[in-house]
């Protein structure tokens, strides 16, 4: 168990939908990342948040986006959903308070999202 | 932008035997991290070895060993005594200290271990 929660942990929804994916990083971690991780793509890097803002954007679609609340947990939108967003999106943490570890990510379970 | 290349889509090993994963990265940077994840079939993400690219030392990590060729680029994963829990996917991963901390991921290598 890594100590970061992702929920939910299966989503169907239908083509044109929006969704909501959650993440909670690890008890003291200021970084939140998120990956999606697609047999097409591989695993690519979406979006940073640390400490509330933003910090480093990747191949993340202008349908996309997301945010990081005071309680440092994130939020991933997707919306406008096509048949190619199935996925799974991993949320990853790192930057513990007393600045060890900085190097090392945490992920998540991952959710896994099936666009119909 | 680095890329990371596992030229190794699938490997097979038997148990007890030692097998090398390949990774090669291209970058410009002098000062970087690389990573090996390990995904098994329940899609976790778990981190087998890193390296900072100022060490000259190889990083080990019990039966998970590094090969760092820094003018090479290259960052091959040994497993010694494979065991049958080592079957999963391998992810090598590129880290700039310069641009953020988001991971560059390879495509990935299969191992398979057969008894």
């Known amino acids: 168990d890594s100590g970061v929660t992702q929920t939910p942990k299966h989503l169907i929804t239908a083509t044109g939908q929006r969704v909501t994916l959650r993440c909670s990083p690890r008890s003291g971690d200021l970084s939140v990342y998120w990956y999606q991780q697609s047999l097409d793509q591989g695993l690519q890097f979406l979006i940073q948040?640390?400490?509330?803002?933003?910090?480093a954007k990747g191949n993340i679609l202008e349908r996309f986006s997301a945010q990081q609340f005071p309680d440092l947990h994130s939020e991933l939108n997707l919306s406008s959903l096509e048949l190619g967003d199935s996925a799974l999106y991993f949320c990853?943490?790192?930057?513990?308070?007393?600045?060890?570890?900085?190097?090392?990510?945490?992920f998540g379970p991952g959710t896994r999202l099936t666009v119909l | 932008a680095q890329t990371v290349t596992q030229s190794q889509p699938e490997m097979s090993v038997q148990e007890a035997e030692t097998v090398t994963l390949s990774c090669t990265y291209d970058t410009s940077e002098s000062d970087y991290y690389l990573f090996w994840y390990k995904q098994p079939p329940s899609r976790q993400m778990i981190l087998v070895i890193r390296q900072e690219a100022y060490k000259q030392q190889n990083a080990t990590e019990n039966r998970f060993s590094v090969n760092f060729q820094k003018a090479a680029k290259s960052f091959s994963l040994k497993i010694s005594d494979s065991q049958l829990g080592d079957a999963a996917m391998y992810f090598c991963?590129?880290?700039?200290?310069?641009?953020?901390?988001?991971?560059?991921f390879g495509k990935g290598t299969s191992l398979l271990v057969t008894p």
């Open positions: 991963a590129y880290r700039s200290s310069n641009s953020g901390y988001a991971l560059n």
């Open positions: 990853a943490s790192s930057v513990a308070r007393s600045g060890r570890g900085h190097n090392e990510q945490f």
């Open positions: 948040y640390y400490n509330g803002e933003e910090r």
